[in-house]
């Protein structure tokens, strides 16, 4: 048995290279053409790749997911679906599924995990299931081959950020600021104390999310950390009418700026 | 399966469960506030010092306890005897004041000067930024907008009381967005605020502690009720939407197993009746929601039911089988709530005439019994809506 899954395995690698890891964020079924965002990502360098499944009470969104699922939602956008959909994005990257407990628990743990596995997802994200509750959803995912990716908080404190760090899986998200997820101009001075922290804590890849919104910000974080996910500022460029191709050229920029810190 | 009161309605403990149900499902970010928080109710709950501040503050500032009162009347009518625990008496109209009384003195304790609160029809919005005006504290209100409208004038009351109101435009507009924008405050600003959450639901030890600040209100009426009757009741019945008055009033009669509690909810808002387990809002219970797992809207004429989950005692004591739910319709509740004023002289809140539409439809079952129903709360708030209701059937 390998010491890490396919996820961690593949951002390690890349990580060797001393290469920043880019993980783009698209909310699955905005838009009938998503899917090809998710190949536009890869194209234009992302590492790995989130794909949200929209759930109509969304605690850690701001204003842009939440519209983004809403919108999502409104033209039918489900689970199966958007695992379905994926089958057919040929990614050549993993691909992670950032979503709510309600909608795995709903569908079933094993029935999400053999849907999930067999639409080629590595990684799940489910921010409302904290190490507390791990357990009802870990050894299923595990069993699967699913790697469960824990988020840090800035108020972690440091006993608890090591265990958090000892159960995640793929890589651990740190969660720059405290607050909801959104487009913001500058980096929260939370940010680089955690990347911080979590780089003295864990050897796993640590990838930062919230508020990156720019290349100028995704270099920025990246200072300490391995890495960044980028959703609301594509999400607000989708919802605004972007396709693939211009979200796929924001992601190049994302990309160069990360690039700079060579 | 027969429920064993010994372990019914007990501390849930560190993980805030209730049988299958509850739990503590939220991002990190809270996870520690959730922990700070029970640390402080349970050395709070422990102190008799803080439970001498918030007894005089319920008997000389909210006015209990409340009285339970012989509905003659209407007794008669019914054929059996109707006991009305009067909540809605107490100050700011409903039980609600029991709860914020003792979240915001628990604020204060933890050095929190900002409250966050969700409401529906109003009455946990007037009533956190009653308590809050009271301690000196800061008071942010999230509201559905869709509720403003519906209960304007608790509105301008919250903001009369030096709150801010803030609508919550998501979703549909109710009570369960409120709750959305309350916890993404919360994620926020959780190192100066407390979440001071209306209802038996949220991560643990919501669901436990606000049980705990409503059990006055089953303790007090088993009294009363002995007092009065020289016994126990037969039935004890309490609307539920997040359920927190009727866990109040079940926490005092849960371990008289000849007591038989039941939970009245509206038709179109039935967790229990018509919900499955789901996980929202921090914790595990019967919820409202599409084939997708989707959160359904609730749809109910009472702004303060309109909730598509139940706190997760409740579903705890459905399954168990120690409590029972039913459902009402709109109809059978506006009749309850004319039937109560024309008999009795009480305008009750739309939220209890369910409970009381309820005791109207099985009357045949209740005859000869004694049964106690919860009067949680004042229906002047609705006087206008039901005129409206009221106006178009007539006129129809």
Known sequence: ?262 | MTADPQLIMGDPGGTGRFGDFGGRFVPETLIPACAELEAAFRAAWADAEFRKELADLLHDYAGRPSRLYDAKRLSEELGCRLLLKREDLNHTGSHKINNVLGQALLARRMGKHRVIAETGAGQHGVASATAAALLGLECVVYMGEVDMVRQSLNVFRMRLLGAEVRPATSGSGTLKDAINEAMRDWVATVETSHYLLGSVMGPHPYPWMVRELHRVIGDEAREQCRALTGGDPDVVTACVGGGSNAIGLFSGFADLPAVELVGVEPAGGAAVGHGVPGIVHGSKSFLLQDEHGQVVEAESISAGLDYPGIGPEHAHLSATGRARYEQVTDAEVIEAFQVLARTEGIIAALESAHALAWVLRARDQMAGKVVLLNLSGRGDKDVAQVADILGRTAGA
């Open chain 1, 1 to 262: 048995m390998p010491e890490h899954g396919p996820l961690e395995t593949h951002l390690r690698a890349r990580r060797e290279t001393g290469h920043k890891l880019l993980v783009p964020y698209v909310t699955g079924g905005l838009g009938k053409d998503w899917p090809d965002v998710v190949s536009a990502y890869a194209a234009a360098g992302a590492d790995a790749i989130e794909i949200g499944i929209p759930f109509s009470d969304p605690v850690m969104d701001g204003p842009t997911i939440q519209e983004a699922s809403e919108v999502a939602l409104a033209a039918g956008a489900n689970l199966t679906d958007i695992l379905h959909a994926l089958k057919g994005a040929d990614a050549g990257v993993p691909l992670v599924v950032m979503t709510y407990v309600n909608l795995v628990f709903h569908a079933g743990w094993e029935r999400f995990a053999s849907e999930a596995v067999a639409a080629g997802v590595r990684g799940l994200i489910l921010p409302d299931l904290p190490m507390e509750e791990l357990d009802v959803w870990a050894p299923v995912g595990e069993a699967a081959g699913i790697e469960t990716v824990l988020l840090a908080s800035p108020l972690t404190p440091d006993d608890r950020l090591a265990t958090l760090c000892d159960r995640s899986r793929g890589f651990v998200y740190g969660v720059n600021l405290l607050g909801v997820t959104g487009e913001r101009t500058s980096l929260a001075d939370t940010s680089t104390v955690l990347a911080r922290r979590l780089k003295v804590t864990t050897d796993r890849p640590v990838i930062m999310g919230f508020g990156i919104s720019s290349p100028d910000l995704a270099r920025d974080a990246t200072a300490d950390a391995d890495g960044v996910v980028v959703a609301s500022a594509l999400m607000r460029m989708r919802l605004d009418g972007a396709g693939p191709e211009e979200l796929g050229a924001f992601v190049a920029e994302l990309r160069a700026g990360l690039d700079r810190h060579r």
